[in-house]
């Protein structure tokens, strides 16, 4: 699928989706729950009350520029905490070839934050050695985010997530560690929207009096638009998210910038009482 943001398009590569339950990532969003949130039903939730979410990439093309924001899981990769995460054999480079994008064509790799699901595709298993997948890209890491993972003991998947999908991109010096505030192109610049992740940071596109927003992990689904307390497990500082995500839709609430999640599809933000709601369209 693809987008257009004045003269900048987005273009969306799945690796995985499906519809399921939430105990895992968003406990609270019981399918009682989410039945009773109509609005969500069908794009965003199934009439069962099943969360729709994908692990995905955007492509972002800005004139010359292609910047691809997250990488997904990747395949061959082990430790991880989730077990179907573990040695997948996905077609998402194949996806990405069909789309139009060959990786030794991409020229930025940005990564909104460094956990499991947004790191997996910087590299590749070649000979038994992890390589990055996209040879000619810089890959950009927040320096807060990647100063807080480096060395972090407490858990044995960030270990393996940052030894197999984040030093090998550092030891081949294609990594470069931007502050919060950081300027890609003159189309693509990023802000710092910590809670979910220490260093967690989110892309705007401004072209041509339009504009976009990729949250990253801001909110893992729109259930958490009218829920703003709902956070997810993996959320280093729950009520730092929580806080995130009404200072951010309460920016955007109401305005023509489209916001793309990072595991699902974009819409606007409308509010709704003291909470917000995700549309298809920028009004009610």
């Not at 105990?23 to 609005?39: H, S």
């Not at 927040?142 to 044995?156: C, H, L, M, Q």
């Not at 090998?168 to 979910?196: C, K, M, N, Q, Y």
Request: aromatic content about 10%; hydrophobic content about 35%.
């Amino acid at each position: 699928m693809k987008w257009k943001v004045g003269a900048v398009t987005i273009t969306k590569i799945v690796e995985v989706e499906g519809a399921g339950g939430t105990k895992f990532i968003l406990p609270q969003a019981a399918p009682d729950a989410v039945r009773g949130m109509d609005w969500l039903i069908p794009r965003y939730a199934t009439e069962e009350g099943k969360l729709r979410m994908a692990i995905q990439s955007y492509v972002v093309e800005a004139g010359a520029r292609r910047i691809v924001v997250d990488t997904g899981l990747g395949n061959d990769k082990k430790g991880r905490h989730i077990p179907l995460w573990n040695n997948l054999n996905t077609p998402f480079l194949y996806k990405m070839k069909e789309a139009g994008f060959a990786p030794e064509t991409i020229d930025t790799v940005l990564c909104t934050h460094l956990h499991v699901d947004h790191v997996g595709w910087n590299t590749k298993l070649v000979a038994g050695q992890w390589v990055p997948t996209f040879p000619k890209a810089k890959y950009l890491f927040g320096k807060t985010e990647y100063d807080f993972w480096n060395g972090y003991e407490e858990s044995k998947e960030q270990r393996a997530v940052f030894a197999d999908s984040v030093k090998p991109v550092v030891d081949a010096g294609l990594a470069e560690l931007i502050p919060g505030e950081h300027r890609i192109s003159e189309e693509v610049s990023t802000f710092p929207t910590p809670g979910h992740s220490p260093g967690h940071l989110s892309v705007r596109i401004r072209s041509e009096g339009e504009e976009a927003v990729l949250l990253g992990d801001v909110a893992h689904h729109p259930v958490q638009f009218e829920h703003l307390d709902w956070s997810s497990t993996f959320d280093s500082d729950p009520e730092g998210s929580a806080r995130m995500r009404e200072e951010l839709f309460g920016e955007l609430a109401g305005t023509k910038v489209r916001i793309f999640g990072g595991h699902f599809d974009p819409g606007y933000a409308v509010r709704e009482g003291k909470a917000f709601r995700l549309n298809e369209n920028p009004t009610k």
